[in-house]
């Protein structure tokens, strides 16, 4: 039988059975750390609740306690903290379960994370890449292996890769801005506020080194316009 073919209580039962819950699990939080090259690290929480992703309560974070190398470990402490530092003040739930996309040593980080903000008997899960093992904290010696047909690892998987997508879109789009800001800033006499000018209408260094001068002209004034269309142009 497949993941699909349950319902949203019957899913959670069957988690709460095969990672021996305390209760049925109605609400999954999810984090992963993105750092492809080592730059922009930035974090993402997806949700699970009553048997379906619920995109309204996805998060996205900038990780700001690590710069230079990146550290994964210290990454996932500040995302959880800040998380669940934010849930105690505005006086939230906990999730039912924290899912972490990693092995033990993340499980670890997400778990000191927790301790420092006294948040105790959280049920908290890890689910390694390529082994697809699950590690539970309390018993990492004990990893839940399940068959790759189990309906409950469909559903861990779904929620660990949407979690790894949600986090390498929202990489992307940084990198992305900061490379268009960057080949601008090159041009000299173009401070901030004209590069949001022409990002902004233009929407792509593209089309900025398309357009003509009455194009540019249209958006910043006649003579940043020669400037950018010089620039480009390699004048």
Request: aromatic content about 6%; glycine content about 6%; proline content about 3%.
């Amino acid at each position: 039988f497949r993941a699909e073919a349950l319902s949203p209580a019957a899913i959670s039962r069957e988690i709460e059975e095969a990672l021996d819950l305390e209760r049925a699990p109605r609400r999954i939080e999810c984090f992963d750390i993105s750092n492809l090259q080592g730059s922009d690290i930035v974090a993402s929480m997806v949700v699970w609740e009553d048997g379906r992703m619920k995109k309204s309560d996805y998060r996205r974070f900038i990780i700001r306690s690590v710069s230079g190398l990146p550290d994964d470990f210290q990454s996932m402490r500040e995302v959880v903290t800040r998380r669940y530092k934010r849930v105690q003040e505005e006086g939230g739930k906990m999730p039912d379960l924290v899912l972490i996309d990693g092995g033990i040593g993340q499980l670890h980080a997400a778990q000191t994370a927790l301790d420092v903000l006294n948040i105790v008997d959280q049920p908290l899960a890890s689910i390694a890449k390529r082994e697809e093992i699950i590690y539970i904290v309390g018993r990492e010696d004990e990893p839940v292996i399940l068959d790759h047909r189990s309906p409950v690892l469909k559903v861990i998987q779904q929620i660990r890769d949407e979690s790894h997508r949600f986090a390498i879109t929202f990489h992307r789009l940084r990198r992305s801005k900061r490379h268009l800001t960057s080949e601008l800033s090159e041009i000299a006499g173009v401070g901030p506020r004209t590069r949001q000018r022409l990002l902004s209408h233009f929407g792509s260094i593209a089309r900025i080194r398309a357009a003509s001068v009455d194009q540019l002209s249209k958006v910043i004034t006649q003579r940043q316009a020669e400037t950018v269309w010089k620039h480009f142009q390699g004048g």
